[in-house]
């Protein structure tokens, strides 16, 4: 794979950076958090930047892996549009220009006067990132950048992420909401099966230096492909009866079908990818949920790092209807190469029907039989 693991997780890193940067940095934080009032409010500019944000890490991620694999251009996919309306209401496409001075002048055409804000995300853009982890260089599968294909959540819980709320207490490690739960994903995907081969998650805010109030993160990556499953954790002990994750806008119907399962105990998070992250790390054994509401991209990285332990992420309905069905075989796995017939825009990434992220196969026939 030539170094694609550490390219990933490079430029993971130079995302949650960007991420950090936009809540530590004075002019960045103003723009992100601030909500003026009366002539003085600019409803569009204040919405265009929280999601200039999220657009930014996006084209990074893909300027930086097409310019070091040519390969991936074009297959490199994201959640977000990159087009803005610019100062003189026209239109502008945010990408990486060839130096942080053009990339400036770029964002500008966006941000009008600030100046400052523009010029501290340009230098982040184009600032390179130094990797200390020795494990990343004997972590490479024999597989062609040219066979695979990216997904991009680029800051998954964004509402999370702008709420920016630090003091949510974690009940059993789990935390309900929260600024922690604001994570960077990117999946790697065979292009013709669909399958997730590889995966990152980037934690951008883990811990907080209390002296100097700078964020720290960390990320976990995984590999399944072929018969290799490497991955930078260990897959956690399981428990003998699971503890699930929900969303808190779930159903009664599936809160009650489950609640016994878990000994009445259910619990809840925000961010799809925070919930999976939840599952990776063995503080759940299982993330359900019914509705179609997450995407492609929420769910591609993470799956790539349960396979690599083991589990998987099922698609919910099609399961249900294959045990109803009298089917033996395995439960239906997402995959990534297949938008949804008569759907338009995101819609045609939707995990329709929901899913279901687990660890332990057992756990997983305790999930379905329940509902």
Same mark, same amino acid.
């Given at each position: ?62 300027? *930086? ?36 001075? *053009? ?38 599968? *024999? ?108 159903? *009664? ?52 790092? !349960? ?63 329940? !509902?």
């Amino acid at each position: 794979m030539g170094g694609l693991l550490q390219a990933l997780v490079g430029v993971s890193e130079k995302a949650a950076e960007l991420a950090r940067l936009c809540r530590q940095e004075q002019p960045l934080f103003e723009l992100l958090v601030a909500e003026k009032t009366g002539p003085d409010k600019n409803r569009r500019f204040l919405q265009d930047f929280k999601t200039l944000a999220d657009v930014l890490i996006q084209e990074v991620i893909k300027h *930086d892996l097409g310019k070091e694999f040519p390969e991936l251009q074009g297959h490199i996919h994201g959640e977000e549009s990159n087009e803005f309306r610019d100062v003189h209401g026209g239109t502008v496409a945010v990408h990486v220009c060839a130096t942080p001075r *053009d990339t400036a002048a770029l964002l500008l055409s966006v941000l009008g006067p600030e100046r400052a804000a523009a010029e501290l995300l340009a230098d982040a853009v184009h600032r390179d990132v130094a990797l200390g982890d020795a494990a990343l260089a004997g972590a490479e599968p *024999d597989v062609s950048p040219g066979d695979l294909a990216v997904w991009i959540d680029p800051i998954d819980s964004t509402n999370e992420y702008i709420a920016g709320r630090e003091d949510v207490p974690p009940v059993d490690g789990i935390a309900p909401a929260g600024l922690c739960s604001a994570l960077v994903l990117i999946g790697l995907f065979d292009r013709r099966s669909g399958r997730p081969v590889l995966g990152v998650i980037n934690e951008p805010f883990f811990r907080r230096d209390p002296q100097t109030r700078r964020w720290h993160g960390r990320y976990h990556w995984g590999i399944a492909h072929g018969d290799t499953r490497l991955c930078s954790l260990s897959p956690p002990a399981p428990r003998a009866a699971p503890r699930v994750v929900l969303s808190r806008a779930e159903g *009664d119907a599936v809160r009650g079908a489950l609640g016994p399962l878990c000994g009445g105990h259910l619990h809840f998070a925000a961010g799809a990818g925070y919930k999976m992250l939840c599952v990776i790390l063995g503080l759940a054994d299982a993330y359900v949920l019914s509705e179609g509401s997450t995407f492609a991209w929420d769910a591609c990285a993470p799956h790539a790092i !349960l396979r690599a332990l083991g589990g998987g992420v099922v698609a919910l309905g099609a399961a249900l209807r294959a045990r109803r069905e009298g089917g033996c075989g395995e439960p239906p796995e997402l995959v990534y190469n297949r938008p949804a017939e008569g759907a338009a825009g995101a819609e045609r990434w939707a995990n329709r029907g929901g899913l279901v992220a687990y660890l332990n196969p057992q756990h997983l026939q305790a999930v379905l039989k329940a !509902l």
